[in-house]
């Protein structure tokens, strides 16, 4: 599976779009890119996935580049509840295994 | 639904005593999978099993470390004997057939501490 590469952390104001950039400049053609989040003391959540096209749903829009190579997750009106470390992941369709990496720490601020 | 069910919740336990970790996946879900997360690694596979059967249990650290399902809707992860370098939060994930496109549904975890 393609590795990602993330920001340590992220600010962001409430009420405000937050912007999270993952690179995974080696995808093949056949691997999703999946986000997860994790809040405080609890196990990660399944936010969305896509393969090509932009994706959206009730949690948040994902934007992949045309390449592949990058993609953006946005919380179009973060609060504070969004405050969280989140996953960017690349799998490929054939298997079930996620492997985590450090990920995005975001604070959303008042 | 009720989501993944994971028991206790807390467990402190002495240096070589046996820690069983329970795991009550959602109904229907045919993929089960147990990580481990500590400051350190961050989250780790141990192992998944489909259909009740162990498909991959490379993360599993060494012997001490075992796991079963017994049924669609109970699994254990036993580590015997306790060492406190497996202190760490454990969590059950669950998924459907298709879950690789839709996603984990992760339980809220157990965190063990070994003294």
């Known amino acids: 599976d393609a590795k990602t590469t993330q920001p340590p952390s992220m600010d962001c104001a409430e009420g405000r779009a937050a912007n999270l950039p993952c690179n995974h400049s080696?995808?093949?053609?056949?691997?999703?890119v999946y986000w997860y989040r994790q809040i405080h003391s609890q196990g990660p959540q399944y936010i969305i996935h896509?393969?090509?096209n932009n994706e959206t749903n009730e949690m948040a829009s994902l934007i992949i580049t045309e390449d592949r190579k990058s993609s953006t997750l946005i919380l179009p009106h973060a609060t504070l509840r969004d405050t969280a470390v989140y996953y960017c992941?690349?799998?490929?369709?054939?298997?079930?295994?996620?492997?985590f990496g450090t990920g995005t720490r975001l604070k959303v601020l008042a | 639904d009720a989501g993944v069910i994971q028991s206790p919740r807390h467990e402190v336990t002495e240096m070589g005593q046996e820690v069983t970790l329970r795991c009550k996946p959602i109904?229907?879900?045919?993929?089960l999978f147990w990580y481990r997360q500590t400051m350190m690694r961050g989250l780790e596979l141990l192992i998944y099993?489909?259909?009740?059967?162990?498909?991959?249990d490379s993360g599993m650290p060494e012997d001490r470390f075992s796991a079963k399902m017994p049924n669609a809707s109970f699994s254990t992860l036993k580590i015997q004997p306790s060492e406190p370098r497996d202190s760490a939060v454990y969590f059950c994930?669950?998924?459907?057939?298709?879950?690789?496109?839709?996603?984990?549904?992760f339980g809220s975890g157990t965190r063990l501490t070994v003294v």
């Open positions: 994930a669950s998924s459907f057939r298709a879950g690789w496109d839709y996603g984990y549904t």
């Open positions: 080696t995808i093949s053609g056949n691997e999703y």
């Open positions: 896509g393969l090509k």
């Open positions: 992941i690349v799998k490929g369709s054939g298997t079930y295994k996620y492997i």
């Open positions: 109904s229907g879900h045919d993929y």
């Open positions: 099993f489909n259909n009740n059967v162990p498909i991959d």
